[in-house]
């Protein structure tokens, strides 16, 4: 099922949240790619949306948070580092690789010790969490290893059909850039992919690596 935005009926989000608290997927444009997201406390949920990509576990996942708070119990206590992009950023296509709270899943942490996390300054996404009020798995709308990112919510429900449970439409842009991503860790700030958010932009405010 495809539902439209305007951005969006009460009604629809509601349901967009029944369906994730089922177990469900959901799929919703970003302000990068279009994305694919359960529960991240439903392993089974998880468990099905890796199956759906063919993603490895091992690769962890990103987790939307509707605010700074809901970071809580998914990371550590915040680094300088951290707390100055999370201030000077978000919410922005920049995702911070921090250290997990312990116990945190390895579906997520991909056994890592490690989360990704990110507040979105899509004003789709912000709808949707305005009612979800918690953590988010965001993971690219495509199989993992596709050449081609970025799959339109028509091809969603072309290729996935009824795997998907829901696909809330949205602004789809085949060329736009996949969110920047920094692990920060023992103070250090290390690019791992640069996306929208540029390193000269990140170089104003801390100093980074990149890999």
Not at 132 to 138: A, E, G, I, K, T
Request: proline share 8%; charged share 15%; glycine share 10%.
């Amino acid at each position: 099922m495809i539902t439209t935005a305007p951005l969006y009926p009460s009604e629809q989000l509601r349901h967009a949240v029944q369906l994730l608290e089922g177990g469900g997927i959901l799929a919703y444009p970003t302000e990068t790619l279009y994305g694919l997201g359960v529960d991240p406390f439903n392993p089974q949920a998880v468990r099905r949306l890796l199956d759906l990509k063919g993603r490895e576990a091992k690769k962890g996942l990103i987790l939307l948070v509707p605010n700074s708070v809901a970071l809580l119990p998914l990371v550590q206590p915040l680094e300088a580092v951290a707390q100055r992009l999370i201030e000077h950023f978000w919410p922005a296509p920049l995702t911070l690789v921090l250290p997990a709270q312990a116990g945190l899943s390895s579906l997520l942490t991909g056994g890592t010790g490690l989360v990704a996390v990110r507040h979105s300054s899509s004003p789709y996404v912000q709808a949707l969490m305005a009612h979800w009020q918690r953590p988010l798995v965001s993971t690219s709308a495509n199989p993992s290893g596709s050449q081609v990112q970025h799959w339109s919510p028509e091809r969603i429900a072309a290729e996935w059909g009824g795997q998907v449970d829901m696909i809330l439409a949205g602004p789809y842009d085949d060329g736009a850039l996949a969110s920047t991503v920094v692990k920060v860790i023992a103070g250090r700030g290390v690019v791992l992919r640069e996306g929208a958010i540029t390193c000269a932009q990140l170089q104003q405010i801390i100093p980074i690596e990149a890999v």
